[in-house]
């Protein structure tokens, strides 16, 4: 969630506590084009293969992982549950039928 709202970071929609301090901070950046320059950088800044957050979204893609990894051995788990009550009560019917199955 939060790493889709970073990646759209942009400088020019930051807000400051009085808009001539904003106006400041963009014309110490620049014009158009160093703006989205220094959004590039801002964004390598935090995200990129060695920013600041690089760790942070390795971590929570690899706890996506391993969420979904303790899901499906969940339902597995619970599915061998179920089939083993399934067996279970089959032997039982067959024992009280008189029928042996094993």
Not at 36 to 49: A, D, H, T, V, Y
Not at 67 to 80: M, Q
Request: glycine share 8%.
């Amino acid at each position: 969630q939060n790493s889709g709202r970073l990646s759209s970071l942009k400088v020019e929609n930051c807000a400051a506590s009085r808009p001539e301090d904003k106006e400041a901070i963009l014309s110490k950046i620049g014009a158009e084009a160093e703006i989205e320059q220094f959004n590039g950088r801002l964004q390598q800044l935090l995200l990129g293969s060695k920013g600041l957050l690089a760790g942070w979204l390795d971590a929570q893609k690899l706890l996506q992982e391993v969420g979904a990894i303790a899901a499906r051995a969940r339902s597995r788990c619970e599915d061998r549950a179920k089939a083993a009550v399934s067996h279970e009560e089959t032997q039982e019917a067959s024992i009280e039928s008189g029928d042996f199955v094993v």
